[in-house]
């Protein structure tokens, strides 16, 4: 695989609804990286596989991770607390993290021209896909405060789900990521930690912003 050189390789890792996807998007807008949601990668696998039960298996897969692109992944049926739910079992299989895997490390070092890098996030970014990345970040919040994220967004696109189902469903979700033998959620010890239970989203861009804005300095980049 040919690898670009001189760029900005950005990793997150995070538990469900912490807050990652809107503050590495906003991150990558900022420092124009191109960006990709890995969790969104599963959910879309979890979702043809509710959709396409009878065609679905590794080689279909295999069709579909080819001709994957970022705007397959804006779906907004893949937020669905059932996608989420199947998702982190699919996550599970060694077939499909290999297949997952591959795509995530060639978009993640071969960023187009016009870009300045790569920022991901997902659940092993920092130490599995980009373990080499000049900035790593694990953002978290507490659970109850992740459940009232992912259901007020839930809502807003009219689904008839009650509180209490996305704060069950969100611990599964943590007790499924934490745990399983592939690939588990953990921090690293070279990340910095950012909990956004009581942070906005520009305080939490802020603090991010600081960080990396340090590091480009001291290397002559900014």
């Known amino acids: 695989m040919k690898l670009r050189k001189n760029f900005i390789k950005i990793a997150i890792d995070s538990p469900a609804a912490a807050g990652a996807g809107t503050l590495a998007k906003t991150v990558s807008k900022h420092y124009n990286l191109i960006y990709l949601d890995t969790g969104k990668i599963y959910r879309l696998i979890a979702y043809l596989k509710l959709k396409f039960p009878k065609k679905f298996n590794l080689s279909f897969l295999k069709q579909q991770i080819k001709k994957l692109n970022t705007k397959n992944l804006e779906n907004k049926k893949l937020i669905s607390d059932k996608v989420g739910t199947e998702a982190s079992i699919i996550a599970k299989n060694k077939n499909i993290r290999k297949l997952v895997h591959n795509y995530q490390v060639n978009f993640a070092y071969n960023p187009p021209k016009k870009y300045n890098g790569t920022c991901l996030d997902g659940r092993d970014i920092t130490y599995k896909i980009v373990p080499d990345a000049e900035f790593k970040f694990f953002i978290t919040a507490n659970v109850k405060t992740r459940a009232i994220r992912r259901y007020k967004e839930l809502k807003s696109i009219k689904k008839n789900i009650s ?60």
């Open 163 to 222: 509180y209490t189902e996305v704060l069950k469903s969100i611990k599964k979700r943590d007790k499924n990521d934490y745990n399983r033998n592939i690939s588990p959620l953990k921090k690293t010890k070279d990340s910095v930690l950012i909990n956004t239970t009581n942070l906005s989203k520009r305080a939490c861009f802020l603090k991010i912003k600081k960080i990396i804005d340090r590091k480009l300095i001291v290397n002559g980049n900014l």
